[in-house]
């Protein structure tokens, strides 16, 4: 009876996670603090802003949240290319049409978004790409910048990542410098841009190149070229995205010292939303989300890192509201001193990459499990590269091309190899910050807190005192099944059913190679045993025969001597 209760406890506490998931609104402000002033919010009334990046994961949660709590800015003006055969105004519509913003429209009215103008541009292309006409609008009417534009993917040819990171910043800073009312110009770093400092504090660092020589070098060379000597330009960074960025933040610092009103936000791993305005929502795999994804449909099964060492992730919201408060700081408070800010987490809360897997497995196995899983999620990390790499072909390749034959037979197109084969490039770049630790001061971060009222504190949220680490990445893998993979709630029913199927078997499969291998074990047992003694006396033979030789070696001396 007690088994039938706790049953029915179990699946009324799902179907109220499900729920409360669905409706979710971000907190509302409560009564007793009304009466503070919003000083944030007071900072951007009026104001123009440019924002490069904005059709980014970050961009977007930006746009949202400067429009949901500063309604009464001017403008917003991003910066967008033609993609996909959308023109820029046709992708302006497609970012609104996010669920992302359901709540912005809801709470402030679909009116609101016309605030937002796009700008024809790219960051890649010389000038920008903008045309005379919107360079003299930008130069008259901004006062913030917010430039985010970036290749986020690690392992970008160097070339293109530098001329998009590098100089497109270059050529963000040289616009910046024509507008005549610019308040400040923000800079979107990143935590992990000077690897060597395994201590980081929130100053200037000298950059590894001279980046000016460093751009006008791409723009020359052509690419098949610039590949095949970018491991002796980069040195001992491990990718493009670390080494453009390092050079991109020394072009803002440069700028600094010379009077243009900037700063420089280092944000580290940025993931999931965590309260506002929608709780686990992402564009993009990324990060833990993709790890999750992977373990959840059982593809993953085995890692090379530290087990107990951790990485810095902050939720974007916590990412967008540092963001702003440096705005406010640098604007609203004229501190042009704290002009480098880190937003970070790991001295405040860490979670390692074992509680990652460990909590993960536990929500996709029994509360939120993914559609199709072409295995019972499990696996574990693995401290040494020899035994990862064992794995990786008993479990990740062979399964792979297993599975793909039966898809092929079956009249489908095989895409479990592919898979493998991203997952393994994503290894290589996982791999390098897995293995090794950082430490990042965050003091300016502190202080804002400091000389934040409780209202400020409570809208524009920077820290984790509340954090829940199990619910947040529930709601995470809860929102990647229906944003990411566009898997409805109304199919998690059947794939529960599937996971307890896989389940079993899985104990099975396990059963029966353990089986197998007794199995073969005793069949050959007289034969193992046979080798075993040949093996044994092969090696007696020999340190007996080297005992032997010591020893004459040993009565030779002495003869030798006495003669002499």
């Not at 890649?124 to 430039?147: G, K």
């Not at 029913?493 to 307890?500: G, L």
């Not at 193992?528 to 010591?550: E, M, P, Q, Y």
């Amino acid at each position: 009876m007690s088994i039938v209760r706790t049953h029915t406890y179990y699946e009324l506490k799902i179907a109220s996670f499900e729920e409360s998931f669905l409706n979710y609104k971000p907190p509302v402000l409560p009564d007793e603090l009304s009466h503070l002033p919003d000083r944030v919010s007071k900072v951007f009334v009026g104001k123009t802003i440019f924002i490069t990046g904005g059709s980014g994961f970050l961009g977007k949660v930006l746009v949202e949240k400067i429009l949901r709590k500063c309604p009464d800015i001017e403008r917003i003006y991003l910066l967008l290319r033609t993609k996909k055969g959308s023109n820029p105004k046709q992708r302006v519509e497609t970012i609104f049409s996010s669920v992302l913003f359901d709540y912005l429209k809801e709470l402030k009215g679909v009116e609101v978004l016309n605030k937002v103008y796009p700008i024809a541009g790219d960051v890649s292309e010389p000038d920008l790409a903008i045309s005379e006409s919107d360079r003299r609008l930008l130069a008259d009417t901004v006062q913030i910048v917010y430039h985010a534009a970036a290749t986020i993917r690690f392992d970008e040819g160097l070339k293109k990542a530098v001329l998009l990171n590098t100089r497109g910043t270059k050529l963000v800073l040289e616009l910046a410098k024509e507008m005549k009312n610019l308040e400040v110009f923000v800079y979107v770093s990143t935590s992990y841009c000077h690897l060597e400092e395994k201590v980081l504090f929130e100053k200037a660092y000298p950059p590894p190149a001279d980046p000016h020589k460093i751009i006008q070098t791409m723009e020359m060379l052509d690419e098949p070229f610039v590949e095949t000597i970018s491991k002796k330009i980069l040195g001992t960074f491990p990718n493009s995205y670390a080494f453009t960025k390092c050079l991109s933040e020394h072009l803002v610092v440069e700028q600094i010292e010379a009077g243009l009103p900037c700063a420089i936000a280092r944000p580290s791993i940025v993931i999931p939303i965590w309260k506002e305005p929608l709780p686990g929502w992402t564009d993009n795999i990324n990060g833990p989300t993709g790890l999750l994804i992977g373990a959840g449909k059982g593809v993953i099964r085995t890692m090379f890192c530290n087990n107990q060492g951790y990485a810095d992730y902050l939720p974007v919201d916590i990412t967008v509201n540092g963001i702003i408060l440096l705005t406010w700081n640098y604007i609203g408070n004229n501190d042009s001193v704290r002009t480098i800010c880190h937003l970070t987490s790991s001295q405040e809360w860490r979670v390692t990459w074992q509680e990652i897997i460990d909590i993960g497995k536990s929500i996709v196995t029994t509360e939120v499990p993914l559609n199709g899983a072409v295995w019972y999620p499990g696996g574990s990390m693995k401290s040494s590269k020899l035994v990862h790499n064992i794995c990786v072909f008993f479990l990740h390749t062979i399964p792979a091309y297993f599975l793909d034959a039966i898809i092929y037979m079956s009249g489908n197109k095989p895409c479990l190899v592919r898979i493998q084969d991203r997952i393994s490039k994503g290894f290589e770049v996982f791999e390098y910050y897995a293995n090794n630790q950082w430490e990042f001061r965050n003091e300016h971060v502190h202080y804002m807190r400091r000389i934040m009222n409780q209202r400020e504190k409570f809208e524009y949220k920077i820290d984790g005192n509340d954090m829940d680490i199990r619910n947040y990445f529930r709601d995470c893998i809860m929102a990647a099944r229906i944003y990411i993979l566009k898997e409805t709630p109304d199919t998690l029913p059947r794939a529960r059913i599937h996971m307890k199927i896989m389940y079993f078997v899985d104990i099975i499969a396990k059963i029966l190679f353990f089986g197998l291998l007794l199995w073969t074990i005793f069949k050959w047992s007289d034969a193992i045993i046979a080798i075993g003694l040949l093996l044994f006396n092969l090696v007696r033979l020999f340190f007996k025969s080297t005992f032997s030789a010591f020893n004459s070696d040993a009565n030779v001396g002495p003869i030798l001597n006495k003669e002499l």
